[in-house]
């Protein structure tokens, strides 16, 4: 049986867009599941749009969402280099043998006929070109006359593939454009250098966007008429913003990157964006990278685009956030600590103790613990809590008693607060409630009132403690 060959195909244009991943992650599954290879190619042709360092983003983000190529530029393998850009000398062979088999021609018009035809409301290039005879091409190449190649598509009839999301696909040819496989510095398009590549890697499994669907066609010809068997195709709708918007950079996060940056762990990236398009067939929502290669299914394929939803991205996120160990946690929290700088001096282990069981994603430790900056001036009704019958006076006459009880016990805080409830007569709930505002001044710390005691240390407990009962 033939081996299952698939590749993911990114430019290096900035960062690794969610859609792109998703579409390197389905690629992968497919191969996966199937004992196959996946191989990952950089399509660097477009020199106007390549950013300095973007394949070095590619090459990281890959490895460290466990998408592990089997082949690709910086691993090696039997069909490199792995690179566009380091191929160029492959292509030119490939679209002179199409001019000789009538699949493409020479074309020397200028860009100002071109954008004369254009004004003239035409809207794909007229073929002026392809009647020319072979001794005038030959004549003008050699007089030095910059020309492109261009794929000779049918002027009429249509042509049906299969697609294995969406079945057969008809297009009719008119609907398609001549367009450039060659430019005039030499270069290969993305049109023609993606077909070729293909062809030479012996992909046999092509997996890319639905946007592709409808120009599939120019390349299935490109097949044709250099005597190649066509691959199977797999079209992917793409993931949305919202009903009318692709999720962009434009809208905010849309790169890997950004939600790494914002506290997302990466196995809970790849285990969100996997539902972005696809189903399983016993609907689960969480599976490592393994299972996922074990479920992995193109039956469970949309056919419809996907709302991208953070909020369940966040649901999921927690679920791993609450698998980690103490220490795992805790070593992820690290950096997140060091980005606010009144963090510092406090008992990091601490910190992550208590937020462990709160964390969502790591960047709400910011939201979690801002209540340590905003004690000054605080809103003195937040003593007041009906269910436990505590307000301002109560406080006021507690507050005298804690401070000292502070000052003097602090390493037994919790059993003396529950013996002073008892001597005093009052409620346990209140003295914890009136304690906890009176040194914390939030409404909602992580942590009761003893533990918020022991993260800010005896001596700014008993500061704030007094701060409070000199405010009331």
């Excluded at 299935?220 to 199977?232: A, M």
């Excluded at 990466?266 to 393994?290: H, V």
């Excluded at 937020?355 to 994603?361: F, I, M, N, T």
């Excluded at 529950?418 to 709930?429: F, H, R």
Aim: net charge negative; proline share 3%; charged share 30%.
């Amino acid at each position: 049986m033939e081996e299952v060959r698939t590749r993911f195909a990114p430019s290096p244009t900035g960062y690794l867009h969610i859609g792109g991943l998703r579409t390197a992650l389905y690629a992968y599954l497919f191969a996966k599941k199937r004992g196959g290879k996946f191989i990952l190619r950089i399509e660097d042709t477009d020199r106007e749009r390549f950013v300095d360092g973007a394949v070095d983003i590619i090459y990281r983000t890959m490895k460290e969402s466990g998408l592990v190529y089997d082949e690709g530029p910086d691993v090696g393998g039997d069909y490199g280099p792995y690179i566009q850009s380091e191929r160029k000398d492959t292509y030119l062979q490939f679209a002179e043998q199409l001019v000789k088999n009538g699949g493409a021609y020479y074309c020397f018009c200028s860009k100002e006929r071109l954008e004369e035809l254009h004004a003239n409301g035409a809207t794909k290039y007229d073929k002026h070109c392809l009647s020319l005879s072979k001794e005038e091409v030959e004549r003008r190449i050699a007089a030095g006359e910059k020309y492109v190649i261009r794929q000779n598509i049918p002027a009429d009839g249509s042509t049906t593939y299969n697609d294995m999301v969406f079945g057969d696909i008809t297009v009719d040819y008119k609907d398609l454009e001549d367009n450039i496989l060659i430019k005039s510095d030499g270069l290969p398009t993305y049109n023609f250098a993606n077909v070729v590549d293909d062809y030479l890697m012996k992909i046999n499994y092509v997996i890319r966007g639905v946007e592709y669907l409808s120009s599939t066609p120019k390349y299935n010809l490109l097949y044709d008429g250099l005597g190649w068997e066509r691959p199977h195709y797999i079209h992917l709708q793409p993931i949305m913003k919202d009903a009318t918007r692709k999720l962009s950079k434009r809208y905010g996060d849309a790169a890997y990157g950004d939600f790494i940056e914002k506290g997302f762990l990466k196995e809970a990236i790849i285990n969100y964006i996997a539902l972005l398009g696809w189903s399983p067939k016993d609907n689960t929502e969480k599976f490592s990278l393994e299972e996922m290669v074990e479920k992995f299914d193109i039956s469970g394929l949309s056919h419809s685009p996907s709302i991208f939803d953070e909020v369940k991205m966040r649901y999921i996120n927690s679920l791993y956030v609450k698998e980690m160990t103490e220490e795992a946690f805790h070593e992820y929290a690290l950096p997140f600590y060091d980005r606010y700088d009144y963090l510092k001096g406090y008992d990091y282990r601490l910190l992550s103790k208590l937020l462990a069981s709160r964390v969502e994603v790591f960047s709400d430790i910011g939201k979690l613990t801002e209540f340590l900056t905003q004690f000054d001036g605080y809103d003195l009704s937040l003593l007041v809590n009906a269910k436990w019958k505590t307000n301002e006076e109560l406080a006021k006459a507690m507050l005298p008693d804690l401070i000292e009880l502070t000052q003097n016990d602090f390493e037994g805080l919790h059993d003396g607060l529950v013996a002073y409830a008892e001597k005093a007569g009052y409620k346990k709930g209140q003295v914890l409630w009136v304690y906890r505002i009176a040194l914390t001044g939030a409404q909602n710390t992580p942590g009761g009132a003893v533990e918020m005691a022991e993260l800010l240390g005896k001596d700014k407990a008993v500061e704030r403690l007094q701060a409070t009962l000199a405010r009331l």
